[in-house]
């Protein structure tokens, strides 16, 4: 059975299109569903930019809402991951381009072909958001460990739940444990308080991130990358599985682990995530 | 077009005619018959020269009107170069000239050659029937020839686009970084793919077509 995703926030610059571009792909890449991700920032599209495939952009989404194309015509497939598309926004146009009906038309016409539709939603609560929430079934929202992240986050779960949305699930983005341990930043546990809502996973702040945007290429496929695990855990969680919430805390090095990596021996830990990172 | 083909003036050495190529020279010849008729007296006798606006006389059609003329007891001067009065048909090529940044959501629609004297940035798309010259960096989408002219031309100091469209050919820069060239470059259709070639080896090249030609 299909779903259809809205990633939303309230807040921008919190990282929705990241989280979409790296669930859209771990559940291609590693689930091999059928993923197309529907960028409906309309006027600000930045989806095609992070998946690379800005310039393969002929026809777009007010494009197809308009009958101007077919939608086989403006789907981009991914130029590296099987069973992955991408639905880009029209750059030209703003939201008023397009309405709530013709979304919830434009997603039924998906899900008929996808195992998940993602769409990610641009920032604010006005048109835009109410195009991308139109035509889904379920809500992820992202947000920062930051008060306003979390208050906006808090008013887009209050409109979710007015616009007939069941549970949505939370997503926390860019948090720095040792932040957290000073008392320095919010913990998961402050935040869930507030939104209570389910947790569906916390990615850490991750320099890979930044160098994988910037390239296009989702962090998700980097094994290395601590972000990209815990997106992989995302991905599992959404397929339904049981996987263990992530603790945050950095393992220290243990003084044998010292004295290994003074001999240059690579140690379980030296690579990070699997025994540093528990998941 | 209410502009008459043909306006005579007089001058201190005789008249003046000048010719506008918009119309058939039959047309021209028409025109000048009448004036000559309505003034049959008081052309007689006289010299004239001829200027040519907006193209220019063959050596057939020259001939022709001086035996014209003739007729009328006007004789024509001879003229080293009665070809060189030759107008650009500006009306014909409408140009629109944008001194600013093309950016990101911007869209240019034009129904002719578009010039910008500044950068085109990703996201911004330029569409022209005609040319698209970019006297900065081009990186965003241009589409030149837009209403299938195949002839069209995208032409940048630096062409680095996100996507090139010329009539109804579309391209993209290959996915592998490569290095970027330093030096003007320009797009054009060849059997129906677009080529990107510095820009003096097309100049170069346009220089020995005309030379060809002219031989």
Same mark, same amino acid.
């Given at each position: ?43 600000? $599209? ?9 310039? $393969? ?168 990358? $601590? ?40 140690? $379980? ?11 | ?43 007689? /006798? /006289? ?70 004297? /500044? ?93 060809? /030609?002219?031989?």
């Amino acid at each position: 059975m299909s779903q259809v995703l809205v990633i939303t926030s309230g807040k921008g610059g919190v990282g929705k299109t990241t989280t979409t571009a790296n669930i859209g792909t771990g559940l291609a890449l590693y689930k091999q569903r059928k993923v197309v991700m529907v960028d409906a920032d309309i006027g600000l $599209r930045n989806l095609d930019v992070v998946m690379g495939l800005e310039n $393969r952009i002929v026809y777009d989404l007010v494009d197809v809402t308009h009958g101007l194309c077919r939608l086989k015509q403006a789907l981009i497939k991914d130029k590296r991951f099987e069973n992955l598309y991408l639905l880009p926004a029209a750059q030209t146009k703003d939201k008023t381009a397009v309405t709530p009906e013709q979304m919830e038309k434009l997603c039924d016409e998906l899900r008929k072909d996808f195992d998940y539709v993602l769409i990610d939603c641009p920032a604010g609560i006005e048109q835009g958001f109410k195009n991308a929430i139109a035509g889904a079934d379920k809500a992820i929202i992202v947000t920062t460990p930051e008060v306003s992240a979390v208050r906006d986050a808090d008013r887009i779960v209050g409109l979710l739940e007015a616009s007939g949305f069941e549970e949505p699930k939370l997503l926390i983005n860019r948090i720095r444990p040792d932040m957290v341990k000073r008392g320095d930043m919010m913990s998961i546990e402050d935040m869930i308080d507030i939104l209570a809502i389910e947790l569906l996973g916390v990615v850490p702040e991750d320099e890979k991130i930044v160098v994988s945007t910037n390239r296009g290429e989702p962090a998700v496929a980097d094994e290395t990358s $601590r972000a990209g695990q815990a997106y992989r855990n995302i991905t599992r969680r959404i397929e339904g599985e049981e996987v263990p919430l992530m603790t945050l805390q950095e393992v220290e090095p243990t003084f044998m682990d010292k004295l290994r990596m003074l001999f240059g021996i690579k140690t $379980r830990t030296a690579k990070g995530e699997g025994a540093k990172w528990t998941f | 077009m209410a502009l008459e083909p043909v306006i005579i003036k007089g001058t201190r050495d005789g008249i003046t005619i000048i010719i506008e190529r918009y119309a058939d020279f039959e047309r021209v010849k028409n025109s000048i018959v009448e004036k000559l008729e309505n003034g049959r007296d008081f052309f007689a /006798g /006289g010299t004239a020269r001829v200027k040519v606006k907006n193209g220019s006389l063959s050596d057939e059609e020259y001939l022709e009107l001086e035996q014209l003329l003739e007729d009328y007891g006007v004789s024509l001067k001879k003229q080293l170069h009665p070809k060189t009065y030759i107008f650009p048909d500006q009306s014909r090529i409408p140009i629109l000239l944008l001194k600013r940044t093309i950016r990101s959501g911007q869209k240019i629609s034009y129904k002719g050659t578009v010039v910008i004297l /500044g950068d085109a940035n990703p996201g911004s798309e330029i569409v022209a029937y005609g040319d698209i010259l970019v006297m900065g960096v081009l990186r965003g989408m241009a589409h030149a020839g837009a209403d299938g002219d195949v002839s069209a031309i995208v032409a940048a100091f630096r062409l680095q686009p996100t996507q090139l469209r010329i009539a109804d050919v579309i391209s993209r820069p290959p996915e592998e970084i490569q290095e970027i060239p330093r030096f003007p470059e320009i797009a054009r259709l060849k059997d129906k793919t677009i080529i990107i070639e510095p820009y003096y080896q097309f100049s170069f090249n346009c220089i020995k077509r005309k030379q060809e /030609g002219i031989k």
